[in-house]
Protein backbone atom coordinates (compact mmCIF):
# COMPACT_ATOMS: atom_id res chain seq x y z
CA UNK A 1 0.00 0.00 0.00
CA UNK A 2 1.57 3.38 -0.87
CA UNK A 3 1.05 6.61 0.95
CA UNK A 4 -0.01 9.85 -0.77
CA UNK A 5 2.41 12.12 -2.54
CA UNK A 6 3.81 14.37 -0.03
CA UNK A 7 4.86 16.56 -3.28
CA UNK A 8 2.48 18.94 -4.39
CA UNK A 9 2.08 19.01 -8.16
CA UNK A 10 4.08 20.86 -10.48
CA UNK A 11 3.45 24.75 -10.84
CA UNK A 12 1.48 24.97 -7.34
CA UNK A 13 2.33 26.10 -4.34
CA UNK A 14 3.54 24.01 -1.55
CA UNK A 15 1.21 25.24 1.02
CA UNK A 16 -2.10 25.24 -1.45
CA UNK A 17 -4.76 22.87 -0.14
CA UNK A 18 -6.86 21.69 -3.02
CA UNK A 19 -10.07 24.04 -2.50
CA UNK A 20 -7.46 26.64 -2.77
CA UNK A 21 -6.45 25.25 -6.36
CA UNK A 22 -9.92 24.62 -7.55
CA UNK A 23 -11.52 28.59 -6.75
CA UNK A 24 -7.98 29.91 -7.83
CA UNK A 25 -8.12 31.99 -11.49
CA UNK A 26 -4.81 29.89 -12.79
CA UNK A 27 -5.97 26.69 -11.65
CA UNK A 28 -5.30 23.61 -14.09
CA UNK A 29 -8.46 22.99 -15.66
CA UNK A 30 -7.98 19.51 -17.07
CA UNK A 31 -4.50 18.81 -18.13
CA UNK A 32 -3.36 16.87 -15.08
CA UNK A 33 -5.64 15.25 -12.49
CA UNK A 34 -4.95 17.16 -9.07
CA UNK A 35 -3.24 14.78 -6.54
CA UNK A 36 -4.16 14.63 -2.55
CA UNK A 37 -1.94 16.92 -0.61
CA UNK A 38 -0.38 15.31 2.29
CA UNK A 39 -2.44 16.30 5.89
CA UNK A 40 1.12 16.95 7.16
CA UNK A 41 1.16 20.30 4.79
CA UNK A 42 -1.79 22.18 6.14
CA UNK A 43 -0.65 21.16 10.25
CA UNK A 44 2.33 22.79 9.25
CA UNK A 45 1.19 25.35 7.41
CA UNK A 46 -1.16 26.33 10.53
CA UNK A 47 1.73 25.28 13.05
CA UNK A 48 4.65 27.58 10.72
CA UNK A 49 3.62 30.93 12.75
CA UNK A 50 2.80 29.58 16.15
CA UNK A 51 6.59 27.65 15.90
CA UNK A 52 7.93 30.61 14.94
CA UNK A 53 6.61 32.77 17.74
CA UNK A 54 7.39 29.90 20.20
CA UNK A 55 11.36 30.07 19.03
CA UNK A 56 10.77 33.76 19.62
CA UNK A 57 9.40 33.63 23.36
CA UNK A 58 12.34 30.64 24.28
CA UNK A 59 14.81 33.46 23.10
CA UNK A 60 13.90 35.98 24.90
CA UNK A 61 13.38 33.89 28.12
CA UNK A 62 17.07 32.17 27.18
CA UNK A 63 18.00 36.45 27.05
CA UNK A 64 16.59 37.05 30.86
CA UNK A 65 18.25 33.66 31.87
CA UNK A 66 21.81 34.75 31.28
CA UNK A 67 20.83 38.56 32.39
CA UNK A 68 19.62 36.84 35.44
CA UNK A 69 23.00 34.56 35.88
CA UNK A 70 25.15 37.95 34.73
CA UNK A 71 23.33 39.77 37.45
CA UNK A 72 24.43 37.62 40.28
CA UNK A 73 27.50 36.73 39.49
CA UNK A 74 27.76 40.63 39.02
CA UNK A 75 26.53 41.11 42.64
CA UNK A 76 28.56 38.50 44.05
CA UNK A 77 31.21 39.93 42.96
CA UNK A 78 30.35 43.22 44.48
CA UNK A 79 29.23 41.59 47.96
CA UNK A 80 32.91 40.11 47.60
CA UNK A 81 34.98 43.17 47.42
CA UNK A 82 32.58 44.92 49.85
CA UNK A 83 33.41 42.18 52.45
CA UNK A 84 37.23 41.85 52.19
CA UNK A 85 37.31 45.74 52.24
CA UNK A 86 34.86 45.46 55.76
CA UNK A 87 37.82 43.00 56.76
CA UNK A 88 40.96 45.77 55.92
CA UNK A 89 38.94 48.37 57.94
CA UNK A 90 38.16 46.05 60.76
CA UNK A 91 41.68 44.56 61.00
CA UNK A 92 43.19 48.27 60.81
CA UNK A 93 41.38 49.01 63.31
CA UNK A 94 41.66 46.17 65.43
CA UNK A 95 45.40 46.60 65.28
CA UNK A 96 45.65 50.30 65.75
CA UNK A 97 43.65 49.40 68.88
CA UNK A 98 46.57 47.09 70.28
CA UNK A 99 49.23 49.33 69.53
CA UNK A 100 47.58 52.31 71.29
CA UNK A 101 46.66 49.66 73.98
CA UNK A 102 50.26 47.89 74.29
CA UNK A 103 52.12 51.99 74.26
CA UNK A 104 49.80 52.63 77.15
CA UNK A 105 50.76 49.67 79.23
CA UNK A 106 54.51 49.68 77.99
CA UNK A 107 54.58 53.07 79.11
CA UNK A 108 52.93 52.76 82.32
CA UNK A 109 55.23 49.78 83.27
CA UNK A 110 58.14 51.88 82.39
CA UNK A 111 56.84 54.49 84.85
CA UNK A 112 56.63 52.10 87.61
CA UNK A 113 60.06 50.94 87.16
CA UNK A 114 61.45 54.34 86.22
CA UNK A 115 59.86 54.94 90.00
CA UNK A 116 62.29 52.19 91.27
CA UNK A 117 65.23 53.10 89.44
CA UNK A 118 65.28 55.75 86.61
CA UNK A 119 67.75 53.76 84.48
CA UNK A 120 65.13 50.62 84.54
CA UNK A 121 62.28 52.45 82.57
CA UNK A 122 63.11 50.08 79.62
CA UNK A 123 61.98 47.18 81.54
CA UNK A 124 58.19 48.49 81.30
CA UNK A 125 57.94 47.73 77.34
CA UNK A 126 60.47 44.79 77.52
CA UNK A 127 58.12 43.17 80.01
CA UNK A 128 54.99 43.84 78.48
CA UNK A 129 56.43 42.30 75.47
CA UNK A 130 57.39 38.87 76.89
CA UNK A 131 54.41 38.35 79.01
CA UNK A 132 52.29 39.24 75.62
CA UNK A 133 54.63 36.86 73.19
CA UNK A 134 54.18 34.24 75.70
CA UNK A 135 49.91 34.45 76.30
CA UNK A 136 50.16 34.39 72.44
CA UNK A 137 52.47 31.25 72.36
CA UNK A 138 50.30 29.95 75.50
CA UNK A 139 46.49 30.91 73.30
CA UNK A 140 48.18 29.00 70.22
CA UNK A 141 48.68 25.41 72.07
CA UNK A 142 46.11 25.44 73.81
CA UNK A 143 43.74 26.34 70.64
CA UNK A 144 46.03 23.62 68.80
CA UNK A 145 45.27 20.98 71.22
CA UNK A 146 41.67 21.76 71.72
CA UNK A 147 41.28 21.78 67.63
CA UNK A 148 43.27 18.99 66.97
CA UNK A 149 41.88 16.89 70.32
CA UNK A 150 38.09 17.65 68.90
CA UNK A 151 38.95 16.36 65.49
CA UNK A 152 40.56 12.75 67.12
CA UNK A 153 37.45 12.24 69.56
CA UNK A 154 35.23 12.67 66.60
CA UNK A 155 37.48 10.20 64.48
CA UNK A 156 38.35 7.90 67.17
CA UNK A 157 33.93 8.09 68.22
CA UNK A 158 33.13 7.56 64.37
CA UNK A 159 35.43 4.41 64.23
CA UNK A 160 33.84 3.05 67.26
CA UNK A 161 30.37 3.50 66.27
CA UNK A 162 31.35 1.55 62.97
CA UNK A 163 32.90 -1.27 64.70
CA UNK A 164 29.55 -1.43 67.41
CA UNK A 165 27.68 -2.11 64.08
CA UNK A 166 29.70 -4.11 62.60
CA UNK A 167 30.07 -6.84 65.52
CA UNK A 168 25.66 -6.39 65.75
CA UNK A 169 25.41 -7.20 62.44
CA UNK A 170 28.58 -10.04 61.69
CA UNK A 171 28.71 -11.24 65.52
CA UNK A 172 32.56 -9.82 65.36
CA UNK A 173 34.61 -6.60 63.75
CA UNK A 174 37.23 -5.31 61.66
CA UNK A 175 39.74 -5.36 64.84
CA UNK A 176 38.76 -8.91 65.13
CA UNK A 177 39.34 -10.19 61.68
CA UNK A 178 42.91 -8.08 61.65
CA UNK A 179 44.13 -10.14 64.86
CA UNK A 180 42.98 -13.28 63.29
CA UNK A 181 45.31 -12.62 60.39
CA UNK A 182 48.31 -15.16 59.34
CA UNK A 183 51.67 -12.43 60.94
CA UNK A 184 54.28 -12.55 58.13
Do not use: C
Not at 45 to 70: C, H, I, N
Not at 82 to 103: C, F, H, Q, S
Not at 107 to 135: D, K, S, Y
Amino acid sequence: MSSPAINPPPGADRFTTPADSASAPNSHSGAQPRQAEHPLWGFAKRMGPYVSELRTYFAYWMSAQRDRAKLKLRNIAIMAALGVIGLIALATVIVYAVIMLMGSLGMGLAELFGLINPRLMFLGPLLLGAIVLAGLGWGMMFAMNKVFGLSHTKTQEKYDAQRTQQRVRFGHDVSDRASQAPQD
